[in-house]
């Protein structure tokens, strides 16, 4: 059976009790995931998680090469927007589908620049792989275009941020999408 490599930093996940369909949901998601192991909840320490003996309590999984933990730690904790995933990607197309996809049953007020949260309140940013690189032209007038336009989409759309970039657009609107 699949078990997490020991490195120094894996990402825990603390959900309410979803844990197991949140992996279900993000290893279908992205190409290259696996489940790991399943760790069950026993009536020894019931008086402190208080969760029914045989319940889940963690499960390992992987999106590529990162391994993650996933764990039902009770309704304590929620995610907010101080931890979040950002998702590299080489074509519109690709945006289009992580957005699609991680979007479903998700909160449908976007937040601006590629971010979404998804049905567990888990933060995504879906960006180009060339987001960086159209960015880190120090201050200058192209850098300041791409961000003056970003900051008007939700979900981010390549064409208007490389029209920016070249400063073919004098007009950029809004992306309202939220696929």
Same mark, same amino acid.
């Given at each position: 059976m699949a078990t997490?490599? =020991? ?7 603390? %959900?309410?009790?979803? $844990? ?5 949901? !993000?290893?279908?998601? /992205? ?5 790991? +192991?399943?760790? &069950? ?11 029914? @003996? ?13 391994? /993650? ?7 304590? /904790?929620? %995610? ?10 080489? @074509?519109?197309?690709?945006i289009d589908n !992580?957005?699609?996809? #991680? ?13 979404? =949260?998804?049905? &567990? ?9 060339? #987001?960086?690189? #159209?960015?880190?032209?120090?201050? @200058?007038? +192209?850098?300041?275009?791409?961000? *003056?336009?970003?900051?008007?989409? *939700? *979900?981010?759309?390549?064409? $208007?941020?490389? +029209?920016? !970039?070249? *400063? ?9 999408? %939220?696929?």
């Amino acid at each position: 059976m699949a078990t997490i490599q =020991k490195v120094k930093i894996t990402p825990n996940l603390w %959900f309410d009790n979803q $844990a197991e369909e949140a992996v279900k949901f !993000y290893t279908s998601v /992205f190409k290259n995931s696996r489940i790991g +192991r399943i760790s &069950y909840y026993g009536k020894e320490g019931h008086e402190i998680h208080k969760k029914p @003996s045989g319940s889940v309590m963690t499960v390992e999984f992987w999106i590529g090469d990162q391994a /993650f933990l996933a764990l039902n730690g009770g309704p304590e /904790f929620k %995610f907010n927007e101080a931890i979040s995933f950002i998702v590299y990607c080489e @074509s519109q197309e690709e945006i289009d589908n !992580y957005w699609e996809k #991680l979007s479903v049953g998700a909160d449908k007020n976007a937040q601006q620049c590629g971010w979404l =949260k998804d049905r &567990y309140g888990l933060s995504w940013q879906v960006v180009p792989d060339i #987001l960086p690189d #159209l960015l880190s032209n120090s201050v @200058s007038e +192209r850098s300041e275009m791409v961000m *003056k336009a970003l900051l008007k989409m *939700k *979900k981010i759309d390549v064409d $208007a941020l490389e +029209r920016a !970039y070249n *400063k073919e657009s004098a007009e950029i609107r809004p992306n309202k999408s %939220f696929a």
